[in-house]
């Protein structure tokens, strides 16, 4: 079991530029499902056109974990990426310790946190106001391999060994509000979109 | 009504895979033998609005899971439900216990809300009341399934 130091768990202190911290996914990701939402689902179709993106619009507010628990569950030979907004987590936080009880280990749960309700214009989220640390709660829920970053360049050097810890792993992004640019707009269809993810789902793991 | 051995082996007969629930008093006595058929994985979820999602990656990622949960339950889960199963157009299949239902002229509320709800939803269920009512479950879930569409059985329970 990876051991977690207190240190390498806490809130991070500052926050990076949204599209910076997902491109460092995106040229980490080779064949894992990501499952996007909110403002990650606004902004990873820019940086990614994959079969197994699968833009969480529209949604029920905090259940995208939880689709992506399934699908780690259904595909135990395949990783899982979700980005999850920290509006998302606050709603659901139980799914952190149904993530820890489950016993998948190949799921990523990434929280970008940004204290605000983005796609609403931007109101402040209650832990904005109390300093609550996610990383904290996901490892008292019993997630054991979890890491918080909020500057871009530590970010981007410690990806990968991130993603390579035994799993289900947790990160907290701190990110920077992306400004006017916040409304969502579906990318298509749903119909259209389920059909090529589950068409992409079939097809046998590399 | 069942055993946990009789609805755990009807499960498995209809080809479910995993059973997503969050128990009440009389489904949880099942837990033992959901937990050890072998055709069967049982998934524990904290909050009822979980198990809806949870279910629709697992149907997403080609397996037959079922929702197991109480009407309650139900209740705090509108808001998922309605993405999954409308939104998504996911055609899960849930067992809900139906509290109260056997209590004659019943004060619960909960018993009041749950058949008027899912009608709301429109969601195609039947109420399963005595222990010979289980080939009615089975062929409403077999029709729901050949059907592609969503659907529920109210396991009738007495007191809370």
Known sequence: MHVIKAHST???????????????????????IVITTMGAAREWPKLSRHALDFHYIPSAMGQAPLIALGLALAQPGREVICFNGDGCMLMNLGALVTIAASGATNLT?????????????????????????????????????????????????????????????????????????????????????????????????? | MFSGEEMAATLSGLGVTHVVWLPDSELGPWESALMTCPELSLVRVCREGEAWALAAGLHLGGKRPLVMIQCTGLFESGDALRNVLFDLRIPLFAVIGYRSYLVENSPDTARRFVEPILKTWGIDYRVIARKEDKPRLIDHFQACAAGQRPGAALIAEGRM
């Open chain 1, 109 to 206: 749960l990434i929280v970008l946190n940004n204290g605000l309700y983005e796609v609403t214009g931007g109101q402040r989220t209650a832990a904005a106001t109390c300093s609550t640390d996610f990383a904290r709660l996901a490892v008292a829920s019993g997630i054991s391999s979890v890491r918080a970053f909020g500057d871009l360049d530590l970010w981007r050097q410690g990806a990968a060994e991130t993603m390579a810890l035994a799993g289900p792993r947790f990160v907290v992004l701190g990110v920077e509000a992306v400004g006017a640019d916040y409304r969502l707009q579906a990318p298509g269809p749903m119909a259209d979109r389920m059909q090529t993810f589950q068409r992409a789902l079939s097809e046998p793991t590399s």
């Open chain 1, 10 to 32: 806490s809130q991070p202190p500052g926050r990076m530029p949204l599209v910076p911290a997902l491109e460092v996914v995106r040229d980490l990701r080779r064949d894992e």
